[in-house]
């Protein structure tokens, strides 16, 4: 049946409110409830679940968590995962999309990414609700506002407790309370903002709190055209929480929405003189969120907490994408072709847990057991229309729109999970968990004219974790963890893992064999610390072994979005993890290196007749011990911070990264496939006009550099004069995802009572 979006959620949001008002008691309140702790801008305590209730004291969790908070975001002023990237240890990006608001984000060389067809291995949450799309389990960036952000956990490793698609790390973000940001009067913020390509923003947020109750909202629209051709943003986003709290129970109602339209000239061939013309056009994301939720916790008794969420998460998306038509030819007119889908999806689910500080045997102890049940339904429409070149690329219809897929998937994921925290004395902690967790995905056929699309799939699995830490004094601790996780194929990629039959994306569906469930095991041992009170340190090294890793292999035609799927053995992503941070004269020090070797370990043949040593066949032979594409193997992160004078503040972010190889060169051989590392150096600089009035200044890329961070084997059919359509010329050559160019942009903040 249709998926319909605004009854449910005025159903849901009713309901809700209801159980609400059903869980508020009198009661005075309390200036910190320990359910609201990870609402608070300084987080000591890290959560080891997605549910609130859960934390434990960073000393005592064995792995390399960091955290950032909302004064850090604050300070540089950027977007979420901008700000991951410049400031995460093992965080890198990919321009895959071409648009600053949809990047591809690894973590220890796992994805979290809006694109459809890239593998994820990364969960993402948000005040405790898993917010990876139920179709392809992408993440969509854009969706989330930064201004209604309070702090940011990364925690590395195949943790199971946070359940499915948890290979190489979850992250965790918890929004603002107004209890926590205007604890002692209402007020607020109107924040504006300018900067080069014609970016325009306005954000708003304001909060506060009367008795036992506390309100946060915040607003924010941007608006630009873009540093390329044919890539403009509007982006308009909304957040509101209502929390009640006494000395026992704090509630939370939460409502996200947002508007977004987004343009994106994706990747483009090295060979193009302007690397901001686009290959073909018009490519458009359109992006429309209704998300509420419900989160509690109650005190039961002074050792035991109970805690739950429930949520409704409507998400629609409308993408319209111009490729090559790899039919062209005689009888054939068509020279590309314009594919257009619709996306409807609705997630909806619950979890609830208890946790118990109880002593056993004379020593302290926390244990922690859940429930969660997910549930995705995805209405996916696809319809392509036959298409010409016009001399600029952009594509001219010579038909009509017609129907090519018309299905529904669901995906239901059930999860019972435990862990238990156990202080051996004064100076060992050892952490046992375990989660098992089922999956079951349906996929059905709506137009009746494919019913060999119908399928049912089941995954279930018990995942277990174990983790020691030795912390001498507070000023040292070292661990020693061992975890696994799973990732059940999604939707997307059991319809399309037929090489020979590929799939564009957002994918054209079919009837394939089925795809193995993803198995993570990683080991980490590590040791953080501090010299002196401003001096920190953390160090670790890891190894995460998959087994039946997915991959998405291009067909490597004209259309370089067009492949499938294909479980590809065992590959492994090991590295080396050193951070630090300091203050010296007056100036405060951050840097962060990372080394990762990510590589496969299992030979297969893989179809990529655009490298340079492939076969008559098109097929290249990739070997053990070959680095998968698109990570670099090394990364530097340099951030310093200082005041000149008592009202200004001026900060610098530097940014160095190794080279990497492209997508289609898996085998490391093409002559072509490697990409030169790059760097990058932007400023900040803040001056408190008065108390109320704060301006802001940005130069983003100081020097210009124009290097690629993401590439893909293509074959380039523009080779006519003046860069027209000439499939009789074409020639294989990478296509890249550059970054931004130097952008410099002012600012200007103003705080209200």
């Known amino acids: 049946m249709p998926v319909r979006t605004t009854p449910g959620l005025v159903a849901w949001a009713r309901a809700w ?11 005075p309140c309390r200036a910190e409830n320990p359910a609201e702790v990870l609402e608070l801008p300084q987080v000591r ?7 609130p209730g859960s934390g434990i004291e960073l000393r005592n969790l064995p792995a390399n968590v960091q955290i950032h908070t909302s004064r850090d975001l604050q300070r540089q002023d950027i977007g979420l995962a901008d700000f991951l990237e410049r400031n995460g240890g093992g965080i890198g990006l990919n321009s895959t999309q071409g648009n600053r608001h949809q990047p591809d984000l690894s973590l220890r060389g796992f994805s979290a990414s809006p694109l459809i067809g890239t593998p994820q291995g990364i969960s993402v949450f948000l005040d405790g609700v898993r917010i990876n799309e139920p179709f392809g389990d992408s993440v969509n960036w854009d969706l989330i506002p930064p201004s209604a952000i309070s702090s940011i956990q990364l925690i590395p490793g195949s943790n199971p407790a946070f359940g499915l698609n948890t290979l190489g790390g979850a992250i965790a973000i918890y929004t603002k309370s107004g209890a926590a940001e205007y604890a002692d009067s209402p007020g607020g913020r109107i924040g504006l903002r300018t900067a080069a390509f014609g970016q325009r923003k306005l954000t708003l947020e304001g909060g ?4 036992s109750w506390d309100w946060f909202a915040s ?8 540093w390329a051709q044919h890539n403009a943003s509007l982006v308009r986003r909304l957040f509101g929480k209502l929390g009640w709290q006494d000395d026992d129970t704090d509630v939370d109602l939460t409502f996200s929405a947002a508007a977004n339209r987004l343009e994106g000239t994706q990747t483009v061939p090295a060979s193009f003189a302007d690397p901001r013309e686009p290959y073909t056009w018009p490519d458009t994301n359109v992006n429309r969120l209704a998300f509420v939720a419900l989160k509690f916790s109650r ?3 002074p050792t035991w907490l109970l805690s739950g969420n429930a949520y409704l998460r409507s998400f629609r998306n409308r993408n319209v994408s111009s490729n090559v038509d790899d039919d062209f030819g005689p009888g054939h007119p068509a020279e590309a072709a314009n594919d257009a889908a619709a996306i409807d999806q609705l997630g909806r689910g619950f979890g609830l847990q208890a946790t118990g500080r109880t002593p056993w045997g004379g020593h302290a102890n926390t244990l922690v057991a859940g429930l969660a049940v997910d549930v995705g339904t995805a209405r996916f429409v696809r319809t392509t229309q036959a298409a010409v070149f016009a001399p600029d690329r952009s594509t001219v219809p010579i038909g009509p729109y017609l129907p090519e897929t018309d299905s529904d998937s669901s ?12 202080s051996l004395d004064e100076r060992w902690t050892l952490t046992l968990a375990g989660r098992y967790n089922r999956t079951e995905i349906r996929i059905a056929d709506r137009s009746g004219l494919a019913p060999e699309l119908d399928g049912r799939h089941r995954y279930a699995r018990l ?7 030795f912390s001498p004094h507070a000023d040292l601790t070292a661990y020693a963890s061992y975890n696994e996780g799973m990732r059940s194929p999604t939707a997307v990629e059991l319809t399309c893992a037929d090489p020979d039959a590929p799939c564009k994306l957002p994918n054209n569906f079919l009837a394939d064999p089925p795809l193995q469930a993803v198995l993570s095991k990683t080991v980490e041992v590590g040791a953080r610390g501090k010299l002196d009170a401003t001096t920190s340190w953390s160090a670790a090294v890891y190894r995460t072994d998959l087994r039946d890793d997915l991959q998405f292999i291009s067909s490597q035609g004209g259309a370089v979005n067009a492949g499938y799927f294909r479980n590809v053995g065992t590959t492994r992503r090991q590295g080396i993890e050193l951070g630090g941070a300091m203050r010296l004269g007056g100036i405060e020090w951050t840097v962060r290196y990372d080394w990762i070797d990510a590589t496969y370990r299992s030979d297969f043949l893989e179809n990529s007749p655009n490298n340079s040593t ?4 098109g097929a290249i032979a990739v070997r053990r011990g070959d680095r998968i594409p698109s990570i670099p193997r090394q990364t530097l992160k340099l951030r310093a911070e200082f005041e000149p004078a008592p009202n200004w503040s001026v900060g610098a972010s530097a940014l160095v990264t190794g080279s990497l190889y492209a997508r289609g060169d898996e085998n490391n051989r093409d002559v072509h496939g490697r990409v030169a590392g790059r760097g990058r150096l932007d400023l900040d600089a803040r001056f408190r006009a008065s108390r109320r009035i704060q301006l802001l200044a940005r130069i983003d890329n100081v020097f210009d550099r124009r290097a690629a961070d993401f590439a893909v084997l293509g074959r380039n059919v523009f080779t006519g004069p003046g860069g027209s359509f000439d499939p009789a010329g074409a020639r294989a050559e990478p296509f890249l995802g550059r970054g931004a160019p130097r952008s410099i942009g002012v600012g200007l903040d103003y705080g209200f009572d």
């Open 614 to 617: 492939a076969d008559a066949n």
């Open 208 to 211: 506060g709190r009367s008795g």
């Open 17 to 27: 409110s209801a159980l609400a008002a059903a869980l508020l008691v009198g009661g």
């Open 411 to 422: 995906t239901r994921s059930v999860g019972a999970y435990a862990s238990d925290s156990f």
């Open 219 to 226: 607003a924010d629209a941007s608006r630009e055209h873009g």
């Open 45 to 51: 305590i890290v959560g080891t679940t997605p549910l």
């Open 299 to 301: 005190a039961l008794t």
């Open 463 to 469: 995942n277990p974790a174990v983790g020691l830490t």
